[in-house]
């Protein structure tokens, strides 16, 4: 059964991409301005955030669970690390804070669903109000703007896009693509090379067989939970880096888009089959 599943899912794929190129082709057709090199940078630079929130969002559907929260937990710690920025912190620190908080969101959230056994449905649901009313707490409703053009600490953008005329790449680059195409390769690695994917596939396929073979599946829902907290913290940097602001109560539906351009991409949400390289081409689809 799970090689048919498998096998479904891999002709999926590739249905995935010739419709991608399909719809390439019928944009270009309609209008030439569509092939130029600002229509694909305007959209990869939308693309972003949500390509990162989706990368994460796959290894917790591969659970056979689902993260409803990495939309507002991605702007929340924005917030969160831009008020530390206003109070003196540095940049660097700043995006570590970021991190951290989307990492703590999510290992909140693993173990809500793995230890409490609540239904993955309503442990992110909550979490996902609750990111939302702390990001407006912290920022006390206000709008943080991030640096951008020679503003200190406006370098963190340089990463998602040139912004600079005097780089050797040219301005509005999409560096972020990059940035975005190694985390994919690394996650796919994680996902299909190593113990902690395998098991994650495993907890989705059959969680009472994986957890009878000696497997902690508490350990590895859990790990599944932070990646998608760590992407969506990333998320809200990539967000922030092309848009300079972030806004309290925003967010709601990013997590619609990321979690459409999964299952578009092949990933199961009935959990044990997925594809990191099928999620990209899904989002780029959306």
Known sequence: M??????????????????????CIAFSVMTPKFMQLTTFTNIAKSAYYISFMAIGVTF???????????????ICSTLIGGTMMEAGLPM??????ILLTGCLFGLLN???????????FIATLGTMMISRGLGSIVSKTR???FPQGSDAG????????????????????PTGFLLM????????????????????LSIGSNKEATRLSGINVAKYETFA??????????????YVAVFTTAQPNTGNGFELDAIAGVVIGGTSLAGGVGSIFGTIIGVFIM
């Open 2 to 23: 799970q090689e048919k599943l498998k096998k479904v899912f891999s002709n999926q794929q590739a249905v995935v991409v010739i419709a991608l190129v399909v719809i």
């Open 60 to 74: 917790v559907i591969c659970t056979g669970g689902i993260d409803l929260s990495i939309g507002t937990v991605a």
């Open 92 to 97: 660097p620190l700043v995006i570590l804070v």
């Open 110 to 120: 693993g173990l809500m669903v793995s230890k409490l056994g609540l239904p993955a």
């Open 143 to 145: 709008t943080i703007s």
């Open 154 to 173: 406006a370098w963190f953008r340089e990463l998602f896009m040139v912004t600079k005329k005097d780089g050797l790449l040219p301005q509005n680059f």
């Open 181 to 200: 195409a190694v985390c994919a390769i690394v996650m796919a690695l994680v996902l299909n090379k190593t113990k902690t994917g395998r098991y994650i």
């Open 225 to 238: 939970y932070v990646f998608s907290g760590f992407f969506a913290a990333l998320a809200g940097i990539a």
